[in-house]
Structure formats: C-alpha cells, structure tokens
C-alpha cells in the first residue's frame, strides 16, 4: 500500500514557475513508477510526465516538454514536478500516480491556476 500527498501548488502569473512535492509512504516507494497528471475542469485527466524507479527512464508530454522537470529522490520517498513557464492553459488539478505492474495509487490532487 502506498499512499500519496501532494503539495506546492497554488497561484502563479503566466511565465512563472512552481514546484510540486508528492510524498509516499511505504517502504517500496523506489519500485514504483512514478507520475504526474493533470485534470482542467470539463477534461479528462491526461498525463503530464514519469520517471522510472531508478529515475533512468523519464516521459513527458509534448505539451510540457522543455519547461516541466519530473524528479525523484527514493531517500526522501518523494517525486518533485518543477514546472516553469508556466501557461494558463497548465491551470489543472494535479495528481501524483504511483504505478507498479497493474496496481496503481493516487493522491489527492493540487491545484494550479496559472494566470494571464
């Protein structure tokens, strides 16, 4: 079982930057694959980036790429989401997603506003 916070969002002008903590509990944090995804009102939630166990494989959407950073560090059971130049249409909730095999675990979501 692992259970998921997150924290850091909040309200940011367009061009500025945010980060995003989610910390995990469970001794087998550094076995999960971990994520971010975002949810804009009336839209599906979507993918936002992930990186792999050992942090050696990492995956962005083409919409973040270039100013969103996802990293973890296992000693911290913790993944961070650095997001710079930032866009209103980045305002979402986002939600942090650990991922092992078919299990998957999510956190309560923070919000983003991002405005013009």
């Known amino acids: 079982q692992v259970q998921l916070v997150e924290s850091g969002g909040g309200l940011v002008q367009a061009g500025g930057p945010l980060r995003l903590s989610c910390a995990a509990s469970?001794?087998?944090?550094?076995?999960?694959?971990m994520g971010w995804f975002r949810q804009a009102p009336g839209k599906e939630r979507e993918f936002v980036a992930a990186?792999?166990?050992?942090?050696?494989?990492?995956y962005y959407a083409d919409s973040v790429k270039g100013r969103f950073t996802i990293s973890r560090d296992n000693a911290k059971n913790t993944v961070y989401l650095q997001m710079n130049s930032l866009k209103p249409e980045d305002t979402a909730v986002y939600y942090c997603?650990?991922?092992?095999?078919?299990?998957?675990?999510w956190g309560q979501g923070t919000q983003v506003i991002v405005s013009s």
């Open positions: 997603n650990a991922h092992y095999g078919t299990t998957d675990y």
């Open positions: 469970g001794r087998t944090f550094s076995t999960y694959r």
């Open positions: 990186i792999s166990w050992s942090g050696g494989s990492i």
